[in-house]
């Protein structure tokens, strides 16, 4: 039995964690302003990126997040990024 509840204390440590990733996902694109974000596939468009490149990018270097279930870039960040 002890066995048992050892593996459900882990389950629930790493369902906590998990919860955490994804609320830190879902709110990231609340950080920037609203003027200043634009639908990714606006931004794959303008900057000449593909999505999955901007996705990544939302996700590792912080240029935006979900909006809405939707996903956003914020213009400024990816201009710096960008150098344009």
Known sequence: ?????????????????????Q?????SAAEFPEDDMIEL???????E???????????TRRIGGKRGGRWMVSRQKLRDLRGR
């Open 49 to 59: 990126m593909e999505k999955d490149t901007l996705r990544l990018w939302c996700r």
């Open 23 to 27: 609320a830190d996902l879902a709110g």
């Open 41 to 47: 596939g606006v931004a794959a468009q303008i900057f």
């Open 1 to 21: 039995m002890s066995d048992l509840s050892e593996l459900i204390e882990r389950l629930e440590g790493a369902l906590s964690v998990a919860r955490a990733m």
